[in-house]
């Protein structure tokens, strides 16, 4: 299994742009695709974003299409998450996970290895 370690959280306004990092440890990081979920106080974890291993295929949440662009780095086994005109609604901890097999990216328990998270604040 792959180690995820998240950053580039922080406090923004609205409007606003953050992009988050997630680096990964571990062999083969190409084969896993990355996904992206987000956790808001008192509310389920929901999916975000995912990109396949050699960035074949993305995929967004409504939410989030044509504000949040997901992309990987496989030579230094990073994905990103850039997040432009940011809502309060955004406000959460946001996760990077691995998956491995191919099951639905889009269920958070069909990935193998998850970050600690980071915290994104969108003030109003």
């Known amino acids: 299994q792959v180690q995820l370690v998240e950053s580039g959280g922080g406090l923004v306004q609205a409007g606003g742009s953050l992009r988050l990092s997630c680096a990964a440890s571990?062999?083969?990081?190409?084969?896993?695709?990355m996904g992206w979920f987000r956790q808001a106080p008192g509310k389920q974890r929901d999916f975000v974003a995912a990109i396949t291993g050699n960035s074949e295929s993305t995929y967004y949440a409504d939410s989030v299409k044509g504000r949040f662009t997901i992309s990987r780095d496989n030579t230094k086994n990073t994905v990103y998450l850039q997040m432009n005109s940011l809502k309060p609604d955004a406000t959460a901890v946001y996760y990077c996970?691995?998956?491995?097999?191919?099951?639905?990216?889009?269920?958070?328990?069909?990935?193998?290895?998850w970050g600690q998270g980071t915290q994104v604040t969108v003030s109003s």
């Open positions: 996970a691995a998956k491995r097999w191919g099951l639905s990216l889009y269920i958070g328990r069909n990935y193998d290895s």
């Open positions: 571990g062999p083969s990081f190409n084969v896993y695709t």
